[in-house]
């Protein structure tokens, strides 16, 4: 456990003081991203005007990919002779030649109308070539802002946008967060970097040729109260190397290559300036949510190890599908943005921990267990030999009392009290020694944890028979009891004979016990299919109810009746019987129906 709280230690550190915190939080932004579906809301105050392909391949040099300055500039007419709310030109100096007298014209109109605001790239003193801007866009003043990104490396992905962008040695308003304030939007509170929320499906977008060709009216309709980005929606390498690109990536595309599968960064700040005028960035949590539900989820996982079950794996499983849910419905409905990274390595070293301090308690409880089962076993070994030598002592005490009354003459009048006394104590010397058997056998296979099968000889059933019968003497006299006896000629067996003796002795004594005085018994011999021999006897006693008829086998087990207070037993001898028959390769059951007695059955296969 030292080492794993060491090695917790050295993540946490790990954690922070490198970007890993930044990327598990960016990993799961993106995610949450994917993962939120797509809303259409608000996205038809907002109009993308692209130059794309075919714009550049009908109004311009598709070899360069750019734009005629003449076709930019009827493209500013049209928006300008509209009633479009707000107007964001992208006018980025890798497609536009500044310098052309056409475009100084645009400018001109741009300039005349407060509605627009023109956005530049790259405009910084890390750049030598563009540490100012040029004369005639200082001219336009106020209307002209970057558009620059935080992306600091090809394929990345971009978050977060800063509000203000750097201007030589001054900042100046990003062009998004300009165009938000003229429409209106207080944007005094807005974090330098602001995260911006991605939604599935395009923004609706108007190819320039559609609106180059489009009647007056027809334009007129399209851009009424929109508000208008206009810019190139292609790819165009730079002149020179620079972070910022016209092509970038977002959390719904992921890490793929930029200038196949990114988005424009036209269509980027069509997204900043929505989300920034319909208040759809994502807003901070405040400190202590994160904490909360870092608590929360730590310590909702150490409880889930201490619930002692098999579904803890699936419980953490589900716990993460409802916190990521929670996340996109934070994204989605409130717009608000709590970061996972610290959620996810103090739960997972939650889990961690949880994990080990299980398997440890585990490993001790079974432990634990397996010493109190020898134990247990130890004590079990030592009661049955107490349990056994006890019997044996009381065994020979009570044959030693049973020969001395053998040996009394017996009265000539049997119906007198001499008589009936000496009766009654071979009877109960007779039962008691049946007690002291059963114990002793029980003991017997308590004191052994031998299952081997049992040694075969060659047994004659009808001598088996016989000999049982010959011990129920005196008790078979006494009741009036009459067998009837159904074994098959020269009925031989190969099986162990103190098995048989066993089961057909306790078959016996329970059909004497439970059947009325004066009744008939049947003990059948008999051969069946297959290769097997079925010993059988059959009472006339009340019968054993179907739903009991397998726990009559169990051990100590007596059936809840009137019977249990009125005839004598141990609950062991059936049990006993099925032990020594499985022991054997053998088979004990009963065939039984309430009132109509019940048959006990022994089958073994030769």
Same mark, same amino acid.
Do not use: C
């Given at each position: 456990m030292g080492f794993v709280l060491i090695s917790f230690g050295l993540l946490v550190y790990i954690f922070y003081t490198t970007p890993l915190r930044?990327? /598990?939080?960016?990993?799961?932004?993106?995610? /949450?991203? %994917?993962?939120? =579906?797509?809303?259409?809301h608000h996205a038809d105050d907002v109009l993308v005007v692209e /130059?794309?392909?075919?714009?550049?391949?009908?109004? @311009?040099? +598709?070899?360069?990919?750019?734009?005629? =300055?003449? +076709?930019?500039?009827?493209? $500013?007419? /049209?928006?300008? @002779?509209?009633?479009?709310?707000s107007v964001a030109l992208l006018l980025l100096y890798?497609?536009?030649?500044?310098?052309?007298?056409?475009?100084?014209? $645009?400018? %001109?109109?741009?300039?005349?109308?407060? %509605?627009? +605001?023109?956005?530049t790239l790259g405009y910084n003193s890390s750049t030598p070539s563009l540490q100012e801007l040029p004369s005639n866009l200082q001219a336009l003043g106020s209307q002209v802002h970057g558009i620059e990104t935080l992306k600091v490396r090809s394929n990345s992905i971009v978050r977060v946008l800063p509000k203000s962008s750097y201007r030589g040695s001054s900042r100046d308003e990003m062009l998004p967060v300009y165009v938000a304030g003229q429409l209106g939007v207080d944007t005094a509170d807005l974090p330098s970097n602001y995260r911006l929320e991605f939604v599935k499906g395009k923004l609706p977008v108007l190819n320039a040729n559609e609106l180059l060709a489009a009647s007056p009216a027809a334009a007129a309709s399209l851009l009424k109260d929109k508000i208008i980005i206009v810019g190139y929606t292609l790819y165009k390498?730079?002149?020179? @190397?620079?972070?910022?690109?016209?092509?970038?990536?977002?959390?719904?595309?992921?890490?793929?290559?930029?200038?196949?599968?990114g988005e424009p960064i036209t269509l980027l700040t069509a997204r900043a300036i929505e989300n920034l005028y319909h208040g759809h960035w994502l807003k901070p949590a405040p400190s202590h949510w994160q904490v909360l539900q870092t608590a929360l989820i730590g310590l909702s996982f150490l409880l889930f190890w201490a619930l002692d079950s098999l579904f803890v794996p699936l419980l953490i499983v589900f716990s993460w599908l409802a916190l990521l849910t929670f996340h996109v419905v934070l994204f989605r409905h409130f717009h608000i943005y709590l970061p996972l990274a610290d959620t996810v390595v103090f739960s997972s070293m939650a889990i961690i921990l949880g994990a080990l301090t299980r398997i440890n308690y585990d490993l001790k409880r079974f432990a634990n267990a397996k010493v109190e089962t020898e134990q247990t076993k130890k004590i079990a070994s030592i009661q049955a030999r107490f349990l056994d030598r006890f019997a044996v002592e009381l065994a020979a005490s009570n044959a030693e009392i049973l020969q001395h009354l053998e040996k009394i003459p017996a009265p000539p009048d049997a119906t007198s009290l001499s008589a009936r006394t000496l009766a009654a104590g071979l009877r109960s010397c007779q039962e008691f020694g049946e007690y002291l058997r059963s114990i002793q056998q029980f003991s017997q296979t308590q004191n052994t944890s031998s299952k081997e099968p049992l040694e075969r000889s060659q047994v004659d059933v009808s001598e088996v028979v016989a000999k049982v019968l010959a011990r129920f003497d005196t008790t078979v006299s006494e009741r009036g009891i009459d067998f009837t006896i159904t074994v098959v000629d020269d009925l031989v067996v190969s099986a162990n004979a103190n098995m048989i003796d066993t089961v057909l002795f306790n078959f016996v004594s329970n059909a004497i016990k439970y059947s009325p005085k004066g009744a008939e018994i049947s003990i059948k011999g008999e051969r069946l299919a297959d290769k097997k021999i079925r010993l059988s006897v059959s009472d006339r006693g009340k019968g054993i109810p179907a739903e009991l008829q397998e726990r009559v086998f169990e051990k100590f087990y007596r059936i809840k009746d009137d019977d249990v207070y009125t005839i004598k037993g141990t609950g062991l001898g059936l049990y006993l019987c099925k032990y020594f028959a499985d022991r054997a390769g053998a088979t004990v059951g009963c065939e039984s129906a309430a009132g109509q007695g019940s048959t006990f059955y022994l089958e073994i296969t030769e």
């Open positions: 930044e990327q /598990i939080n960016d990993y799961f932004y993106d995610v /949450i991203t %994917r993962l939120t =579906p797509a809303d259409s /130059i794309d392909q075919q714009t550049v391949a009908k109004y @311009g040099n +598709a070899a360069d990919s750019t734009l005629a =300055p003449e +076709a930019l500039a009827k493209l $500013v007419d /049209i928006v300008m @002779g509209s009633q479009a709310k890798n497609v536009f030649d500044y310098e052309d007298p056409t475009f100084n014209t $645009v400018l %001109r109109q741009v300039a005349s109308d407060k %509605r627009f +605001a023109v956005g390498e730079w002149p020179f @190397g620079t972070a910022d690109q016209m092509i970038v990536n977002t959390p719904l595309k992921g890490e793929v290559n930029t200038h196949e599968k």
